[in-house]
């Protein structure tokens, strides 16, 4: 048999073990792994040596936002450069959300987004049907259960955001969380306390500066959220995803819940994991509004520490550029600010290079975080994994490679990064989606868009 592509000795991270290996690649798919064979002559149209190189499933993102309506104006990154900054960082499949007015139908959600990505997007891509205003759709168990079939196993729900209309009120969750645990789905939420948020919000913000956002959106508000929604899920025995975990005493509110069998998830993200609120203090802070905001220092390790034992499972990007232009109209009122940053092309160096490289996660960890844990939790089959039948996606490192981030030369449309200047190891000398080189020697080589909607399966509760 000649297979359509040979990845020959490199260094595989899969199901928790690191081997030396030859992976065959046939219409798509990992047809077979072998062991690295001392003969060169193989039967591929073409051969990659990949002596000394780590061989990573394809990185899943579950939490990113393209082309996300933001009032009158989107956020700047489309379903193109988007994607395409998401496979220069080593993704191959990721997850946004539909953003529907509440009380409109989740399927035409879907299909409102599913128009605007259509043959746009590089990778293979999903959406989380995003529920607000929960009271006011018509029948929500049927609704929410023909969202399941059409693909959105999982729906994503707000503590926050009241006066944006995103918030949901405890009575709603405790029934979305009733659905979801008789249909087999899983809810996601974002957990700030919305009526303390916009409070302090207000207080702060006629102060002027960016100083307002780490104090009008204190971790607490986080932490006692956290903890309220999970309290409910205990109650109705369902299953929950806390999205961008941000405090310390968030994870620690995950892991009691865990430990007294609550079936709660959690994900954090690298500005969470590695930046902290000083940044406010720079000269460019403006351009690092994003919500939650960075935390103090000292939430740091204990979000890595969540990773590595295990009460977080993942890690996503919630990539959601916003250009300079763009935030530059807030009038030194984060009111009035865009809440955003670029993080997709950044996600797995960012983790790479401070957690693996500095021995905070090991990389089959980082692999479960990146990889196994997104896909099965988000029911993404197929994928996730270096198993023969698989999906034969990949995100291909040097080890010893650095490059210093430059957003310049970033493929997100935003003219800044929060990690600009800094030493990266981890960007993906190839990209490789269901076969297909995406990324080769570090340079996008895709043409044109092959990224497929995936219908998605049920989550597995992890
Ligand atoms: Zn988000």
Same mark, same amino acid.
Request: proline share 10%; hydrophobic share 25%; net charge negative.
């Given at each position: 048999m000649v297979y359509d592509l040979a990845l020959l000795g490199g260094t595989a991270v899969s199901g928790g073990k690191v081997f030396l290996c030859d992976i065959f690649i046939s219409a798509g798919k990992i047809a077979a792994i072998s062991k690295p064979s001392s003969k060169k002559k193989t039967q591929a149209k073409k051969t990659i040596d990949l002596s000394g190189k780590l061989v990573l499933p394809g990185i899943i993102d579950s939490h990113t936002h393209f082309h996300l309506k933001l009032g009158k104006n989107y956020s700047s990154d489309d379903f193109d450069n988007g994607s395409a900054a998401a496979a220069c960082g080593g993704i191959t499949a990721y997850i946004d959300y539909t953003g529907q007015?509440?009380?409109?139908d989740l399927v035409k959600g879907l299909e409102d987004r599913l128009s605007s990505a259509d043959g746009k997007s590089y990778i293979d891509y999903s959406f989380h049907s995003q529920i607000t205003g929960f009271n006011g759709l018509k029948n929500p168990e049927k609704q929410m259960k023909a969202a399941f079939k059409a693909g959105m196993t999982t729906f994503k729900m707000f503590t926050a955001y009241a006066k944006r209309g995103l918030m949901s009120r405890d009575d709603e969750f405790f029934r979305a969380l009733e659905i979801a645990r008789d249909i087999g789905a899983l809810i996601c939420v974002h957990c700030e306390n919305g009526y303390l948020c916009d409070m302090l919000t207000d207080r702060y913000a006629p102060s002027g500066g960016i100083g307002a956002l780490p104090m009008s959106r204190p971790a607490f508000t986080e932490i006692e959220s956290v903890g309220r929604v999970a309290q409910i899920a205990a109650a109705v025995k369902a299953p929950v995803y806390f999205v961008h975990l941000s405090a310390a005493g968030s994870a620690a509110s995950v892991q009691a819940a865990r430990e007294i069998g609550v079936k709660a998830m959690a994900e954090t993200c690298p500005h969470y994991l590695c930046l902290s *609120?000083?940044?406010?203090?720079?000269? *460019?802070?403006?351009?690092?509004?994003?919500?939650?905001p960075f935390r103090g220092k000292e939430n740091n390790m204990p979000l890595w520490h969540g990773l590595d034992s295990g009460s977080i499972q993942s890690i996503a990007s919630d990539s959601c550029s916003i250009t300079r232009k763009m935030k530059s109209g807030w009038g030194n009122d984060i009111r009035n600010m865009p809440m955003g940053i670029p993080g997709s092309q950044t996600l797995m160096p960012a983790v790479y290079t401070y957690g693996v490289k500095q021995g905070k996660i090991t990389i089959e960890r980082m692999v479960e975080c990146f990889c196994e844990n997104p896909a099965r939790i988000m029911g993404l089959k197929n994928k996730g994994f270096i198993k023969k039948g698989y999906d034969a996606d990949f995100a291909i490192i040097d080890p010893f490679k650095s490059v210093k981030v430059d957003s310049g030369k970033l493929m997100h449309n935003a003219d800044y990064s929060v990690w600009q200047g800094k030493t990266f190891y981890g960007f993906p000398d190839y990209t490789i989606l269901r076969g297909k080189i995406l990324v080769e020697n570090g340079k996008f080589i895709a043409k044109k868009p092959s990224g497929k909607y995936i219908k998605r399966s049920a989550p597995e509760i992890i």
């Open positions: 007015p509440g009380g409109t *609120d000083k940044m406010y203090a720079e000269d *460019d802070a403006w351009l690092y509004s994003c919500c939650p």
